[in-house]
């Protein structure tokens, strides 16, 4: 773990906050490893139904990575094969909520589009500023981007770097819900106890159906979805489910 890493699990739910509020949780190659580590922790723990990511402090999400820290890479090779905390994100099997705080830029925006809800407080500020330093992002920024907010709007964000504000990007997609920042991590949670209550096996499941369809054909993205529907269907939770719809009680879910 990082110093400047926080990782939580409780009531299902576990709590990543990239805590170096000084430099607006700008990304060091330590905290990079950290929140890989911590998100496989995540998959490889059946206690763990749901993530949040969230950063330290009023200011910042994360202002992406440490700039200071890139001139490190002995090669542009090196640079190109680090341990990218995106990736991680993407394939973590369980769902992820990132709560944006505050700046969500370069790599920290790329860490949002990584999570599968984004909700925002309407203090947040949304850029891709690479163009500004001369280069472009590498962890998902414009396949993130186009997803999200559509090519003309990623194309704005990509080639200008300047910043969208919290409604903007309330507007274009880009999150789900803005909210007042105090009302930021209560809401995140609330969401995160309503997935943790929900089937394991069936919300996994959702995640990982939602992320295919989006890169393959119409008809075979239906077949897919039936097959991942047989395999929750047969699950004990799914019997369940069905049970206690019948003596009308909360299911008891567990992850079988
Ligand atoms: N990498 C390293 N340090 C960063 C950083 C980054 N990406 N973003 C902010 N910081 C540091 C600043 O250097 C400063 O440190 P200092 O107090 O030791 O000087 C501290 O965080 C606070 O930032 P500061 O620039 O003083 O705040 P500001 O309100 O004047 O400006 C931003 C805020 C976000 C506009 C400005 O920090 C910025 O443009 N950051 C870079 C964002 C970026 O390009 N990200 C993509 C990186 S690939």
Known sequence: MSAHLRFEIADHIATITL???????????????ALVDAVATCNSTD?????????????????????????????????????????????????VIAAINGYALGGGLETALACDIRIA???ARFAAPEIK??????GGMAVGLAQSVGMSNAA???LTGEMVEAPQALSWGLVSEVTAPEELMPRACEIAAQIAQRAPIAAETA????????????EKAVEYERDLQAICFATEDAAEGRMAFAERRAPEFRRR
């Open 156 to 158: 704005l964000m990509l």
């Open 19 to 33: 805590d170096r509020p000084d430099k607006l949780n700008a990304m060091t190659p330590d905290m990079a490893k």
């Open 47 to 95: 206690d763990v139904r749901c993530l949040i990511v969230t950063g330290a402090g009023p200011r910042a999400f994360s202002a992406g990575s440490d700039i200071s820290t890139l001139d490190a890479y002995a090669t542009p090779w090196d640079f190109r094969n680090r341990a990218d905390y995106c990736d991680a994100l993407r394939a973590c099997r369980k769902p």
């Open 133 to 138: 330093l001369g280069w472009i992002g590498g």
């Open 207 to 218: 995640k990982l159906n939602l992320r295919a369809a989006h890169q393959m054909p119409y």
């Open 121 to 123: 407080s309407a203090s």
